[in-house]
């Protein structure tokens, strides 16, 4: 009787794991129905996103992970060692890929934030160098 509780428990942690990966799981089906060969996945904290080959065709999707709302999408021609993969991917990471942040550019931008200079904010503003 001592071993109910913790399998019980570890139980409902596995099954609280699984629903969380239902919408990614739906994402790679519906991917795969569409004829798409590799899907990549990165499950951030509010928002999950997907790069998908197809030929020459790559997908991505930004999505928002509790309404499932497409957040940002583009669709590109595939470069050099991208064409041909196949599979699927799935990684996870601590922040989320489009932000409203102090910077005004989006978190998937922001990877390397050393780059970033806080001078340079007005910069875009060139119009009194007449």
């Known amino acids: 009787m001592k071993y109910t509780i913790p399998l019980a428990t ?4 596995w099954m609280g794991a699984a629903h969380a990966d239902e ?12 004829g798409y060969d590799y899907i990549e996945i990165k499950n951030g ?4 996103k997907v790069e998908a080959i197809r030929g020459t065709e790559e997908l991505e999707v930004i999505y928002d992970r509790l309404t499932g709302e497409i957040l940002k999408q583009e669709i590109e021609s595939t470069e050099g060692d991208d064409i041909g ?17 102090d910077d005004g550019r989006d978190d998937d931008d922001d ?20």
Do not use: H, M, W
């Open 10 to 13: 570890a139980f409902a942690v």
């Open 85 to 101: 993969q196949s599979g699927v991917d799935i990684s996870n990471r601590n922040r989320d890929f489009l932000d409203d942040d």
């Open 111 to 130: 990877d390397n934030d050393d780059d970033y200079d806080d001078d340079d904010e007005d910069d875009d503003d060139d119009s009194d160098d007449d």
């Open 23 to 34: 919408f990614t799981d739906k994402i790679v089906t519906n991917l795969q129905d569409l």
């Open 45 to 48: 904290p509010s928002q999950v």
